[in-house]
């Protein structure tokens, strides 16, 4: 079994700053791509950003220059520091991680259970 958790969401003010947690645990082989993703309710799920094992990044315009993602490979945890939060970073956000796992070798993806941002004016 493989478990994604998220943590630190919560609520801040405008201009604010959050940091997100997603540890991963469970019967895993190696971890390969992790993202962080949003989903608004009646839209679609859009990826926020997301790290390579080798720590290669991709973000969405909307996040550039405010979010910073990162990953500890040796605790199996990435991070998501959100500085300069806006009200329409308000949603709830996912974690994502590309993994193989060790007993069978497969390859899946695995999603975390989500956690609420809000950022208020």
């Known amino acids: 079994q493989v478990q994604l958790v998220e943590s630190g969401g919560g609520e801040v003010q405008s201009g604010g700053s959050l940091r997100l947690s997603c540890a991963a645990s469970g019967n895993i082989f190696t971890i390969y791509n992790m993202g962080w993703f949003r989903q608004a309710p009646g839209k679609q799920r859009e990826l926020v950003a997301a790290?390579?094992?080798?720590?290669?990044?991709n973000y969405a315009d909307s996040v550039k220059g405010r979010f910073t993602i990162s990953r500890d490979n040796a605790k199996n945890t990435m991070y998501l520091q959100m500085n300069s939060l806006k009200p329409e970073d308000t949603t709830v956000y996912y974690c994502?991680?590309?993994?193989?796992?060790?007993?069978?070798?497969?390859?899946?993806?695995?999603w975390g259970q989500g956690t609420q941002v809000t950022v208020s004016t």
């Open positions: 790290i390579g094992s080798g720590g290669s990044t």
């Open positions: 994502n991680a590309g993994l193989i796992t060790s007993d069978d070798y497969e390859a899946n993806d695995y």
